[in-house]
């Protein structure tokens, strides 16, 4: 079962269709909106025209942009911005507005050459405009990244659809969003209360997938569910702050059925990384993962499921052909029905500092086969539980660092490992493990 309760699920759907009950839909075309015209000419009445649109309904309380069947060519509509991230196509700044196409494949929004912009931009932080109750629906973003100016580590991250800070109930579902300079998907950096991200792939992404900020650790209710991310992370090392992930949350995000896949982008990739906005800070609403799928590339130095968050909270996973599968590095966090099957080594629990260690965490029902180094490392942590986790055919079973304390290991098995155990650490407990003897 999804984290994601279905019921919360429908809930949240039924609240967004009500806000809407008494607004009104437009079409597009009656603004003059073309498609298949691809001239920079046609780029610019088409996004004045959508802009309008949005404008209108949003004037009068809400309502419906409905796109046509075709492809539809965008240019940039702010072009003396304060800033680079004020640079965009589509603005929507106006509470209730829902941009809403015929689907995937059949209406379709690309950026014309050299626009340099964002595709669709909801609110901003630059006009303090924080709009609620808006929507991007059923519709293919291709951003050209290959014909928009390169971003650098500090400017010009152009997403597909990115949705500023203090915008609550923002709904994006049913999109394919593609070619993008940087992020598909941007969401950042504060007060994002309560959004959905819902049946979404993304796809040849500079930077993230999906990119989720919150920099207080305030965020509550956020939902990513029916998530798909591949090649992402293909702008070169030197062009970016960190490594690129397929999806990137911070705290007050439950994410649920996720595929990652076609991890070839630059070295130090990471399908799924959950962070918090300060280190070692204790969120309002800790980040949770589950029912997820990890395929990497065997790239020595990528990472399936990275958590670096307090109480986090992994469940039913898979990762395979990482360097790690799965690597955590903070407190209290609980591992549940994981599997990492052919990485450099399955699960990894470290300290990365002294503050961020990933010790008194649960971890119940792994399994760890044919991981070329060792299916679970403990590195300098402690009172971590082990409870029936099965760990098979890996270089070293469970390998428990010096500096790791009190590891307690109860059920499950510990076979075919060329080194079923290598303990260097102290206070070591080995309770009814099929394959170890009991070490009390």
Not at 15 to 32: D, E, L, P, Y
Not at 142 to 156: C, E, G, H, Y
Not at 271 to 292: E, H, K, W, Y
Not at 352 to 365: I, P, Y
Request: overall charge neutral.
């Amino acid at each position: 079962m999804s984290t994601v309760d279905s019921n919360i699920l429908l809930n949240y759907k039924a609240s967004i269709h009500t806000k809407r009950r008494r607004s009104i839909t437009v079409q597009a075309t009656w603004f003059g909106v073309q498609t298949a015209v691809y001239t920079n000419a046609a780029a610019i009445a088409n996004t004045k025209a959508i802009n309008a649109a949005c404008l209108l309904v949003g004037s009068i309380g809400g309502g419906v942009v409905e796109l046509p069947v075709g492809t539809i060519l965008l240019a940039s509509s702010n072009r003396a911005p304060v800033n680079w991230d004020d640079q965009y196509a589509i603005h929507i700044r106006n509470n209730g507005v829902s941009l809403k196409g015929q689907g995937i494949g059949k209406t379709i929004l690309k950026l014309a050459n050299n626009s340099n912009c964002h595709v669709i931009k909801i609110g901003s932080i630059e006009a303090n405009l924080r709009v609620a109750y808006c929507s991007v629906e059923d519709l293919e973003i291709d951003a050209n990244r290959v014909n928009q100016i390169m971003p650098s580590k500090l400017r010009d991250h152009f997403s597909g659809i990115t949705v500023s800070g203090w915008c609550r109930n923002t709904t994006l579902a049913g999109l394919y969003v593609h070619d993008t300079p940087y992020y598909g998907v941007g969401l950042g950096k504060e007060g994002l209360h309560e959004c959905l991200v819902y049946d979404v792939e993304t796809n040849n992404t500079g930077a993230d997938g999906l990119d989720w900020k919150n920099n207080s650790d305030d965020q509550i209710g956020g939902i990513v569910d029916s998530f798909t991310a591949r090649n992402f992370g293909l702008l070169p090392l030197s062009n970016v702050l960190t490594p690129q992930a397929g999806i990137d949350l911070r705290s007050g995000v439950q994410a649920s059925n996720i595929t990652i896949y076609q991890m070839t982008g630059e070295s130090g990739l990471i399908g799924i990384r959950l962070q918090d906005g300060t280190s070692g800070s204790n969120a309002v609403q800790p980040s949770s993962v589950a029912n997820f799928r990890i395929m990497g590339s065997h790239a020595n130095n990528s990472v399936g499921l990275r958590v670096i968050p307090r109480s986090a909270s992994a469940k039913n996973g898979f990762a395979n052909g990482c360097g790690d599968g799965f690597s955590f590095t903070n407190r209290d966090c609980t591992l549940s029905k994981l599997k990492a099957v052919s990485n450099g080594v399955g699960f990894r629990l470290w300290s990365a500092s002294s503050q961020d260690s990933a010790s008194g965490c649960t971890v119940d029902g792994i399994t760890a086969i044919d991981n070329n180094q060792a299916g679970v490392v403990c590195d300098s942590v402690s009172d971590d539980i082990f409870e029936d986790c099965d760990i098979h055919r890996n270089k070293i079973g469970y390998d428990i660092r010096s500096g790791s304390t009190n590891i307690q290991i109860a059920g499950g098995s510990c076979t075919d490992n060329t080194t079923q155990l290598a303990n260097n650490g102290a206070g070591t407990e080995i309770r009814l493990v099929h394959g170890l003897n009991s070490l009390l």
